[in-house]
């Protein structure tokens, strides 16, 4: 002990030598940071429910070694009011909260001097309120579960917990989602709530954007810990953290207008000299690693057994009767022994997990399938020990099941091994999209754009906004940015699915995931973390993952009634078979010379409890679901959950908008006419200076157009401000007609007919002539009026997507009604409906109307989609049974849809519908499966078709029949995977030479 105590002593002198080193008293290394709002920060989320408390630093002197310091914290802890103690042995400090109407500070100090060290109060308490977000999400890894009735008593128990308000469990992911309020219950508590359940949980995430967890190399021992404490103590701005030596990991809440995760790495690396390394822990790859580790858990668990239970089959079959009786330990049989001794590890050691499963459930008033097994396998195996005592005390020799029970539970961790693995190829999609995000990333710095000072590798996780980056050729784009220097070609097929190269200049944006193909680009992040687009769309799929379909209501239906059902089933055929058995009503010869009806009758009933599988209708709705939303991803089709899924197989009518939908979005000005003797240059400087406030894309190809009839043949002018843009004032938007606003005292209006009808301006017949003309030939006429006159007409052309006829064909196909929805003109409506051959048009439609047209549509009877891009969508896609939102559209329609076409391509929305429709095949497939196999398997078990066939399933093969059972339905939903895309030849019937 003295010896550590010296070594401490070493440790805290050449910290403060280092400290003078660098210009810093040495006072100052034991004084703490203060901040404000520290230690509320860092008060235990209990502390957090009660609004008023305080904190107290005291400097403790003569600690010597941590065990001096855990006295001192028992102490603490033993103070009533105290409600969290730490103490730093490095720093001689104790950090208290604690609540002043329960203890006073003298009190506080006097419990440290009573434990035998001396106290000095360095830090006055201060009064501090702890403010919390109103709910935070959670995310937690759940083990053990089988089946939906396994998800149905942990959603059960989560919803009970005071504080949740939400909480959503995934059998194929194994992952728990929970709302709570964090000043009613801690994440603790809840892995508590789960593990009491009787299952393993875990901690992952939550919406916390301020807390991190760390992995820190060098917390070898307890001296590193108090190390990596103290540093943390010192950096302004961290309100919180915790750290586990064992796990070498550390949990910091902090202030994210004062911190940066790299600037937490960089200080305590460089505050420990290099002795301690922090590595930011990312959830998702620690999701994968758990999908691995229980894979390997099961392995693990399945080879035990199996290397126990061989040589009990082996004793089974060589050793028949006579050598069996011959061969004695005692009054046991050897042979018999043999097999009680290597059945017993299997049952009690390797099974163990059934038991604590089983337990848990019925003790929260549920059944799963661990209580099946339990049943099935105790039953064999105690009427084995019932048998083996009988000959010790009766001589009189009966059969012992020992091999049923060791090989049951040895088939059941095969099927569980074989179905955690093909479960974790499930959610290959999300490890594929995990694994497009670099894991480093070249930082620069320097005194301007291209001149570099300095580069250094740093973890991809520590990137913040305004870094410049370098990105060599071959080498991914480590997060969404611009290039601030340099020019390449880049490979966005990840989120495109186009192939072809796209040049990347100086201003162009980058995306994080792609590839840079050939020079080296500078870039600076814009956007990092969880707002990249790549984390959005993982975050995307593993929530359509988490989410379940409506149709998994019937199999949650048939788990909650499962279980009790199988038990009655098998106790009716044990009943029904001995009474029969006792009274003579089948033949003697039925049974063996070596058995009894007891026994022959158990063997039916165990068999029946062991072979029945509710995890195959668990299963059946989840993994395909699982696979369907990967493998969406993987085509650029992002669904955002199973009930998406279900809807969206049911599409009878699909409503697209126009403009950015139908067509490219990238308008042109084809014709401009002036009138009223305006200049055509001054016609379109008084369009453009309208427009030029407004984000329509009409209203952006009129500027464009513009600014190349003003600037023409000088391409400086054409980057620079342009003079030719007048004084605009009280611009407004008029929804579905145009826009109106003042110029030079006098009012301009650009829109539609309806906006110069409704303003009383006479539109005169030659305009009028050229609108129609204009608008029959696919174009969009704009009228422009000055002062209460018509003065100019404009025409503009959105040339249409090449797919978008073969698409419409191709969805009529498939007894699809299309429709369109626009809020041009119907002249122009009508001729661009009938290039792409719709016939259903809604033309000079309002934003609030395309939901009206939508919401008419499903009054029919109808279930719609709606595919969009625009802002002007989002009600209309809110409103339909299905949304669907072209990715290059905006945030707000992609937010408000179900499906997120990430290629743009209008092909995406037959294959969202082809998808939907044969993921649900497959669903309703695995449910036949799983149905068939239990009605047929469970009469079987029961020796219903023994009598007339001699058929019998013994219990260790109705055991085989159980665990490979769900793992059929799993691999069932597997062949999802082999999807793909429906071509447009064979939709149409083209035959292509």
């Known amino acids: 002990m003295a010896g550590e105590g010296r070594d401490l002593e070493l440790v805290a002198v050449s910290r403060r030598l280092l400290a003078e080193e660098e210009g810093e008293a040495a006072e100052d290394v034991r004084l703490l940071d203060d901040y404000d709002g520290e230690e509320a920060g860092r008060m235990t989320e209990e502390d957090r429910g009660r609004g008023q408390v305080r904190s107290l630093q005291v400097k403790v002197t003569g600690m010597t ?95 009970k917990l005071p504080g949740v308000t939400r909480a959503v469990v995934a059998l194929a992911t194994s992952l728990g989602e929970v709302e709570y309020d964090p000043s009613h219950i801690t994440k603790e508590d809840i892995v508590l709530a789960i593990e009491d359940a009787g299952f393993d949980a875990e901690f992952l995430q939550s919406s916390e954007h301020n807390t991190t967890v760390f992995l820190v190399n ?67 790859f620690q999701k994968t690693s758990n999908d691995e580790q229980e894979a390997s858990k099961m392995c693990r668990l399945f080879i035990s057994s199996l290397f126990l239970s061989v040589p009990i089959f082996i004793i089974r079959i060589l050793c028949p009767r006579t050598s069996a ?146 990105v060599v050729p071959g080498s991914k784009v480590p997060v969404d940015g611009l290039v601030v220097w340099g020019t390449s070609y880049v490979d966005e097929s990840m989120v495109t699915g186009e192939s072809s190269p796209v040049l990347k200049e100086i201003s162009s944006p980058v995306i994080g995931g792609t590839i840079n193909l050939h020079g080296v680009i500078h870039v600076r992040a814009v956007k990092v973390g969880s707002s990249t687009v790549l984390s959005q769309i993982i975050a995307l799929v593993e929530t359509a993952q988490m989410s379940k379909a409506p149709i998994q209501q019937f199999a949650d239906f048939v788990a909650s009634i499962f279980v009790p ?100 979005g990238k308008a042109s000005v084809t014709m401009a006419k002036a009138f009223n003797g305006m200049p055509l240059g001054d016609l379109l400087s008084l369009v453009a200076s309208a427009e030029a406030s407004s984000e329509h894309p009409l209203g952006k190809a009129v500027v464009n157009y513009t600014r190349h009839f003003h600037c023409f043949g000088d391409e400086a002018a054409k980057n620079e401000c342009c003079e030719w843009l007048l004084q605009v004032e009280d611009f407004s938007a008029c929804p579905g007609k145009g826009i109106k606003c003042t110029i030079n005292g006098k009012t301009v209006l650009v829109g539609n007919r309806r906006l110069i009808t409704e303003s009383r301006i006479t539109i005169p017949a030659e305009a009028e002539n050229l609108l129609i003309e204009v608008e029959e030939c696919s174009n969009t006429g704009v ?78 009877g109808q279930v719609v989609a709606m595919v969009g891009d625009g802002i002007n969508d989002s009600p209309a896609l809110v409103a339909a049974d299905v949304g669907m939102a072209i990715g290059a559209g905006t945030d707000v329609a992609i937010e408000a849809a179900d499906f997120v076409l990430m290629r743009s391509n209008l092909e995406d929305v037959i294959t969202a519908v082809d998808l939907s429709r044969k993921t649900f095949s497959r669903i309703r497939w695995n449910y036949v499966f799983a149905l068939a196999y239990n009605v047929v398997a469970i009469p079987v078990a029961a020796g219903v078709f023994f009598p007339f066939t001699g058929l019998r399933m013994p219990p260790w093969l109705a055991g085989a029949c159980m665990a490979l059972s769900s793992v059929s339905v799993v691999c069932s939903s597997l062949l999802l995977r082999r999807y793909r895309r429906p071509r447009l030849t064979t939709l149409l019937e083209i035959t292509v030479d």
């Open 325 to 470: 009786k011959s061969m004695h330990c005692g009054p046991f049989p050897l042979a018999d022994l043999l097999k009680l001794f290597f059945s017993s590890i299997v049952q009690f050691v390797v099974g163990k997990r059934f038991y604590k499963a089983a337990y848990r459930a019925l003790r929260n008033g549920s059944t799963n399938m661990d209580v099946l097994i339990a049943l099935g396998t105790s039953a064999s195996y105690f009427y084995s020990i019932y048998a083996l005592l009988e000959v010790a005390i009766t001589g009189f020799w009966l059969p012992t099941y020992f091999e049923t029970s060791a090989m049951l539970i040895t088939f059941v961790l095969m099927g569980k091994y074989l179905e955690s693995v093909a479960k974790g190829k499930t959610s290959n999609a999300i490890k594929k999209l995990i694994e497009l995000a670099p894991a480093t990333a070249l930082l620069l710095s320097g005194k301007a754009e291209g001149e570099v000072v300095k580069e250094r590798e740093i973890d991809a996780l520590l990137i913040q906004p305004g870094d410049v980056l370098k």
């Open 783 to 860: 009228l422009v009026a000055y002062d209460g006159a018509l003065v100019g007409l404009l025409g503009i052309s959105d040339p249409l997507k090449r797919e978008a006829a073969v698409v419409i064909e191709g969805l009529k196909k498939m007894g699809i009604n299309p429709v369109m929805v626009t809020g041009d003109n119907w002249r122009t409506a009508r001729a661009v409906a009938k290039e792409v051959g719709i016939e259903d048009v809604r033309a000079e439609v309002d934003p609030a109307g395309k939901a009206e047209v939508v919401r008419a549509l499903q009054e029919e």
């Open 218 to 284: 060098g917390l070898y021992n307890e001296l590193d810990v108090h190390l990596l404490e103290g540093i943390l103590m010192h950096l302004k701005g961290i309100n919180q953290f915790t750290v586990n030596g064992k796990s070498r990991e550390v949990e910091v809440i902090f202030d994210t207008q004062v911190l940066h995760l790299r600037s937490i790495v960089d200080f305590i690396e460089k505050e420990s000299r290099g002795r301690l390394q922090a590595q930011v822990r990312s959830p998702f």
């Open 565 to 664: 059902t199988v038990v009655m089933l098998s106790l009716l055929t044990f009943l029904g078979w001995f009474l029969c058995g006792s009274f003579g009503a089948f033949p003697l010869g039925w049974i063996s010379t070596n058995s009894n009806c007891f026994a022959f009758s158990l063997m039916f009933a165990i068999s029946v409890v062991v072979i029945a599988c509710p995890c195959a209708l668990g299963l059946a709705t989840p993994t395909a679901v699982m696979v369907a939303t990967g493998v969406g991803a993987n085509h650029g089709v992002l669904i955002k959950g199973g009930d998406a899924l279900e809807r969206a197989q049911k599409i009878q009518s699909i409503v697209f908008d126009k403009t950015g939908t139908l067509t490219q």
């Open 65 to 159: 070694c941590s065990a001096c310091s855990n006295s001192v914290e028992a102490a603490l802890a033993a103070v009533p009011g105290v409600s969290s103690a730490a103490v730093s042995l490095l720093q001689n400090v104790a950090r208290v909260v604690f609540d002043p109407d329960l203890v006073t500070v003298e009190e506080i100090k006097n419990a440290i001097e009573d434990a035998g060290f001396d106290a000095e109060v360095i830090l006055e308490p201060e009064k501090s309120q702890i403010k919390l977000e109103k709910t935070l999400t959670g995310q937690f890894r759940i083990s053990g579960m089988t089946c939906t009735a396994c998800v149905s008593s942990v959603e059960g128990i989560l919803k």
